[in-house]
């Protein structure tokens, strides 16, 4: 993961509108790992953020859709949140089969 974090920082920096959402989620994902929740929850909060500002509605819903899976996995009710949010965001998209699986699969 450090190798594909260092990668993300030099894209982003080259092109931070293509990249920062991505390098901001893999941050996320890392602090989450090493159980650094409440950073963790900030970074996924801007990985949210920064790819919807940026119109990456597919990234924008991966990012959420992983922001419920961290709540899910520190038994925060809010994952439901996250994941209704991911659900309607790939429907935007056009990504049915997606949402559907989201509905059959995950507690929202």
Request: aromatic letters at 12%; glycine letters at 10%.
């Amino acid at each position: 993961a450090g190798k594909a974090l260092s990668k993300l920082e030099s894209f982003a920096q080259i092109g931070k509108a293509n990249c920062e959402h991505k390098l901001l989620l893999l941050q996320a994902e890392m602090k989450s790992f090493l159980g650094e929740n409440d950073d963790a929850f900030g970074k996924y909060e801007s990985a949210i953020a920064v790819a919807g500002e940026n119109g990456f509605i597919h990234e924008q819903a991966i990012a959420n859709e992983r922001a419920g899976d961290f709540f899910v996995r520190n038994g925060d009710s809010r994952a439901s949140q996250y994941y209704g949010k991911s659900n309607t965001l790939y429907l935007q998209w056009g990504a049915q089969c997606k949402a559907d699986h989201l509905c059959k699969n995950l507690p929202f």
